[in-house]
């Protein structure tokens, strides 16, 4: 009866990725005596066939290290010459493995249930620094990333009031504004500006005018993917000044020039970028992460396969690959419009 | 038609109580035009009608400072000689006040339980570091307690490596052990001790020996709360060697002798004391109240008097008194069994 | 006998200038029985006489306080139609005081010294977060900078390692590389490319190779007054590729490119910009700030005009204006080599 | 022509060591072709012939870990049976190695001097994390240290001030107030006690009193190595109360009640301990270290034996080991009474 198991990381890293490789490892070691490999560099690892050992003495002290010592790449596993589903059940046939568990974001979601569907033992674990998988509350790394853009914030906060200036940041957030929401909250800030919501830059500009009137220096969170909606495409924002500019640099670039034409205001860009994703995960993600590494080796003991496990409220659950990626979770209108009425 | 309330702080401070004030009166002011004023010094002040305006200007840059600008106290509103529901009714009918928000743990809760029953108006919002309020997932506060644990082991764990050493460290928790159970896990403890679970100091010993021999450095996290089952009572360590010793200092400081005499390995003790309730909040922290003290005035303005405000999953929910102190939240055993099995 | 004197602080802000504010009145108050007002947004109020009053009570709590309570401003004392030492004589006439303490970089003691020259009573304090003045070993604000800076580094490596990516991370420093220096080096940076020493890109390249080749991720950190010497001038990259490109944001984002181009390694840029100059002072600049604040109000009652307060060493002295604009402080060729021999 | 050296950790921990090991094997290496290994846990290790490798691979990502490689021990170089300098000239001649590199405080420096005058090629770094090595302005760790401590001084103050307690905060530092002093200062401690200087409890409790009628909650940071005059040893506070109470855990605990008693303040007590000296170090130590460790290379190049390594101002210097022991770095008087002034 297989015991051994193979763990691959894909798609963008994420603090906790790590832990949750410590969690099963420790877990599924004691409780249920298996074995673990990891696949290097994601699904390529796998698809090639490429694994370093994982056991106790390689996971030692991991829950607090960032990134992922299994590395991790856009591969997929369908990709040619040597993918599909065919080749990778050959790979672990080989290597001797019973299953996979495969820890990803959406991409990695529906590459999994495509292999599920083509007879491969393979669950997943959630991972997404945008926090935009409706399976679970909250996706590990998501809570180091709010708490980086948050001091971020707290120090914008004192240069923008010596100088008076209006700042903006720029956070993570391709499709969902959680970080900048999450973040600007709790920064304090006068707008944030999400990619589930249009805001025109005359409403922007009567933020930050307003903020200036009652003597305090404007701080303009914004995401992303955040879009004007004057702007025609995401590379240019014709049709603000008549003609198409170049969209070079994230979108703070685009604003901070805009919010200083009209305003008048002193304005300052800043793209918090990279820093968001690296780094010693918080206490929060590490505990997270854990919980989701050591409930996974209850369900490949379960051989429950073409599941997830997730989070809802403070229980680890498991849903199934459809249900997780039936939603793309994005902020809410209402939660949304709540923190709206105070901007400005 | 009232529109006009008074907030309190009461109890032990926690990260988080500012954000709740000034989310409170920036969507209350905003969207409800209401008023606010605060009680100095928790159930003292309403009790005596000491308080201060609140208005935007006031909580201009709340969210990130700790403590309470409102001070707070162990004082209870039906204290002597001027407490009571009456004497509370003429304070509040004296300062044109409509309802009270009480901020504050379980002790708050069952005083405002009182209060409404002998017909105040007033609603709750959840406040325990501790995180043993049953009403909700979460009680802010608690996040950046275990943060702080956190670091603090991360730091402890260099130190005992260098030096081969046993370190144990005391966090809070006098009736439910989630902060060493979160900090715990975050940290990698290998032992995590808490009120709920009796270990002996045989057991202790023989997962801190097991440790050694794996060439590592032990690293034990202690709730305050927690009691070896061989003391006889919480002032003691009778029976572990024959004597009555008097207990000074914490937990902590009772077990670093004993591990060290048992296991002969050298052993440290610290106790992380106040500095875990005090300072910056983290960004969850602050969003969490912030969304609490938000939905505090749409409680008010539907004049739901006699429920809390609470964490649901990602919502925030309301909960009647009766239900919210129906049970004290600790730490279930299946939780603590699960991580308990890798300690060691 | 005048015992008033004006503050302002000026130029780009730093963490520390409060805490320098804050030593001086406290100590200037108990020792001396000084008198202190704080001039608006630097020069500009002390040429418009617009003034705070400074005292014990304003100056509570400030040390941990990024920024300036003062705020700052590019404006010079000699600019029309109301500056120059006449004007400002007549000021400090009208307001009562009996001279300036004006904190601030190397345009402030220029200006300082022509307005000591032209008969105003006044004293620096050296400001720079580039640590780039001669008169003092190091300046407040740039111990917080490199500490910012080098946890940047920290993070961006776990990231760059997950995926095989060379990272640049630009810091501060336009005309001195201290801060890319000292976070380099902290952060064991592969590459440290600063203002006075132009490196090459096939050199830099070298240096990612080859890291890359001992299977490492390459860090390179560059600080945003570095000049390829390909580059025909700041706006351009022409040379490199014939033809010339527009410079659009900071050298990094040039950097990343032409780092990918030639070496086929991933690269990507971050600019940490304004977080680097905001938020909390580390408690090495709030000391050295309080130090110099203290010591302003012994070189004022000694009536030390034309002297600025400075650090050598651990001691806290005293440099005229002179010496301290004699020599501008970059990085020795000796001390950029030492560690230049293990980049790669 | 001896190329090869051994380095070895003695005495308590701090945050740099590593750093210092990584900057000597990396530049040495590099520059000079020298080999390096690692005598295990201080002394111990060079008495017994106990050693690791240190190459450019194991130190790789060294300058951000805290504590030691090596390990460490209290076990000095003439301890029985097999200590002496003899003997240690036997080990280092069985494993071909020209000379050794102890990095240590006072301690090691003593024991150093005398293998040196026994014939022994050494060389040293100093390191105490109090600060109190007068060969060298600063030790690094010690920055690290002032850093913890300052952020424990802010978490502290906010509780303080909402419950309106007097907090009193315990940081190393046995023979020299160094940590004291400078994390006082930066958290605008309103009493620092240093084992330098004496104050009387009633001088104490007379600040305290001062502090709290000016509406604010007072802070006293206090070094372990403070005795109050009216204690008539370190193990008793004789004298304060007409009887021997016995001393138990740090000075805090037992000014607290002490001052609690006197003034009628409610008063806490913490005892930062250990977390001071581990975890990451701050960017400015591991400069310094790393700084310190390259040097070092050069002076075994130069076959400089007998000296030490050392911070003057802005450079690294040599100092004899008679030097470097002559004096004992304690807080000067005037550094002293220059922040006195300014307390209560």
Not at 163 to 171: A, P, Q, T, W
Request: glycine residues 14%; charged residues 25%.
């Amino acid at each position: 009866m297989g015991k051994r198991f193979g763990i691959l990381t894909s798609g963008g890293d994420c603090p906790g990725l790590n832990a949750v490789i410590r969690g099963a490892v420790l877990k599924g070691e004691t409780v249920y005596g298996q074995e673990f490999v990891g696949f290097r560099d994601g699904w390529w690892g796998l698809v090639h066939g490429e694994v370093m050992d994982l056991d106790r003495s390689v996971v030692r002290g991991l829950s607090h290290q960032g990134g992922t010592i299994l590395g991790t790449s856009r591969f997929g596993p369908y990709q040619e010459p040597d993918g599909g589903a065919e080749n990778i059940a050959k790979v672990l046939d080989r290597l001797d493995l019973d299953g996979v568990v495969a820890i990803g974001g959406e991409g990695t979601a529906s590459a999994s249930k495509r292999l599920y569907e083509d007879g491969i033992n393979i669950v997943g674990v959630p991972k997404t620094i945008d926090n935009d998988l409706d399976a679970t509350d909250y996706t590990f790394g998501f809570n180091t990333a709010v708490e980086i853009a948050t001091e971020a914030i707290d120090r914008l906060r004192t240069t923008g009031n010596s100088h008076k200036r209006c700042m903006v940041l720029e956070v993570m957030g391709r499709h969902a504004g959680w970080i900048a929401l999450y973040s600007g909250i709790a920064g304090g800030a006068h707008a944030i500006l999400i990619p589930e919501q249009p805001e025109s830059i005359d409403q922007i500009c009567a933020w930050v005018t307003s903020v200036k009137k009652r003597g305090r220096s404007p701080m303009v969170v914004v995401a992303e993917g955040f879009k004007l909606p004057e702007m025609s495409d995401a590379h240019s924002t014709k049709g603000l000044d008549g003609f198409n500019r170049p969209r070079l640099g994230g979108i703070a670039e685009v604003l901070a020039p805009l919010i200083q034409e009209r305003t008048g205001i002193e304005t300052r860009a800043t793209v918090l970028g990279h820093i968001q994703r690296g780094g010693v995960p918080t206490g929060f993600d590490r505990v997270l992460a854990t919980r989701l590494g050591m409930a996974t080796t209850d369900l490949i003991a379960d051989r429950g396969w073409g599941q997830m496990v997730a989070l809802r409220g403070t229980d680890i659950v498991r849903v199934g690959f459809d249900e997780a990626l039936a939603n793309h979770k994005t902020v809410p209108q209402d939660q949304y419009q709540e923190i709206r009425v105070i901007f400005g």
